[in-house]
């Protein structure tokens, strides 16, 4: 048997990249060979459920050629034999994931009680209250906020985990972002623990993730977050998640994750009406203990509509010139301080200035945006011009197909969906971006 075993590994080992031998293949031990079925322990379910999706017709190729016919690997799953995983896991998940065991990774100031609530944010507030009083108890399972960039997306899902905690509704709370569960997966690959880093993800009672944006194009870290969600699922724990766009928008995700993320409650967080703003700053500058007066809570609202991470910042920036200057707050003073953000914020950005900002950011001709040119570097820049138009001014798909030699609203589309898709996938195209926002917003 020992012989047949070491030929079968051989054949996988030429089939497969060496970090996947080693961390699907090397923990198997061969236990018994009985005509033509070979039985191997292995040390988890989710080894099984893995090996049988991805490498079966490897294994019955090897199989085929080191025993014959109709040959059978037979898993046995064992985790009490010289490898216990939930002992191991809870010695060593805090090693392994560089946190604490009973960390839940949640800032203690995202709370419902300093949530401003507004017609703009009401369902998703009272959703994400009745999850946090129930965990895997509604029919809210999972959970799935979605809405623009500093709209209170990570405030609500973590007041649900400090709710949740506070009240001892569960015990096991985990906050993470998209991205740390990616860097905690490819650490695990790396370091042979992929079975410890399966086992502590699924053993959460509430899991709450940020940002699932950033799953798209990471087709193993999907895998992994497709069996993630299916095992915390089926054990009725509570899964919550957010994410800048609808799920029926993600491009570069599985349809069977995304059927998942609507399994549940789908609400969006709209931006908030001049209310609401009004009642943000005015909560704010309360939890700083500054009274800041109505014309000025007005004042800085109505200039400020889309973001509230910029609204708190232009507070922040008045509260603190004033303290260190010793100075009352008054509408001039407001005016004075905060008219760099104000200007920018007012200020009217065209599609022909962009077209501008970006050629020469590229090194192109303006005019070549217009034409009807294929070459890969006017292609890239129509693309992110055309995006940046979508984002930064108002105008409609038909106007700005107009301004690129009349292409259609489709093209326009296509442009928007590549350059989102590009975006989450390569870091050189997200700098870029960023550097050009900056230059068209401050030129």
Do not use: C
Not at 58 to 68: D, M, R, Y
Not at 84 to 98: E, P
Not at 248 to 268: A, C, M, Y
Not at 386 to 395: D, H, I, V
């Amino acid at each position: 048997m020992k012989e047949i075993w070491q030929n079968f590994l051989n054949i996988i080992k030429k089939n497969i990249n060496s970090q996947s031998f080693r961390t699907w293949f090397k923990p198997m031990v061969p236990v018994k060979l009985e005509g033509k079925e070979l039985t191997v322990q292995i040390p988890s379910q989710f080894f099984y459920e893995w090996l049988e999706e991805h490498y079966s017709i490897l294994i019955k190729k090897a199989l085929k050629e080191v025993i014959g016919d109709n040959a059978k690997l037979v898993y046995s799953v064992v985790m009490n034999n010289n490898y216990n995983l939930s002992d191991y896991t809870s010695r060593h998940s805090k090693k392994f994931l560089n946190t604490p065991d009973d960390d839940t990774q949640l800032n203690p100031r995202y709370t419902f009680e300093n949530f401003v609530e507004g017609a703009s944010n009401q369902f998703a507030k009272a959703a994400s209250l009745a999850v946090a009083e129930a965990p895997g108890k509604t029919n809210f399972n999972p959970l799935l906020v979605y809405g623009g960039v500093g709209l209170g997306k990570t405030h609500l899902i973590q007041a649900i985990g400090n709710f949740s905690k506070q009240k001892g509704k569960v015990k096991k709370i985990l906050y993470v972002s998209s991205e740390k569960f990616t860097i905690d997966f490819i650490n695990s690959i790396s370091n042979n623990k992929t079975t410890e880093f399966s086992s502590y993800y699924r053993n959460i009672d509430l899991l709450l993730v940020d940002d699932i944006q950033f799953f798209i194009d990471k087709e193993r870290t999907q895998e992994e977050f497709f069996h993630t969600f299916n095992s915390l699922h089926q054990k009725g724990k509570q899964i919550v998640l957010t994410s800048d766009r609808a799920p029926k928008e993600h491009k570069g995700l599985e349809e069977r994750l995304l059927s998942r993320f609507q399994w549940g409650l789908v609400v969006d967080i709209q931006p908030p009406d001049l209310e609401t703003r009004m009642a943000i700053l005015k909560k704010k500058a309360e939890e700083d203990s500054f009274e800041i007066p109505p014309d000025v809570t007005h004042f800085i609202a109505s200039q400020i509509t889309s973001n509230i991470r910029e609204l708190e910042g232009a507070l922040i920036k008045l509260i603190a010139y004033s303290s260190l200057n010793g100075k009352e707050i008054t509408l001039e003073l407001a005016k004075n301080v905060l008219k760099d953000i104000i200007r920018y914020q007012n200020k009217k950005i065209s599609i022909e200035s962009i077209q501008r900002i970006v050629s020469e950011y590229f090194d192109i001709p303006e005019n070549i945006l217009r034409e009807k040119t294929r070459k890969q570097e006017a292609v890239l820049a129509r693309q992110i011009s055309m995006y940046l138009a979508k984002k930064l001014t108002k105008n409609t798909l038909k106007t700005i197909g107009l301004h690129f030699g009349g292409r259609d609203h489709s093209t326009v589309v296509h442009a928007i969906n590549e350059v989102q898709a590009m975006i989450e996938r390569e870091e050189s195209i997200r700098n870029s971006i960023e550097i050009l926002e900056r230059k068209i917003e401050y030129s």
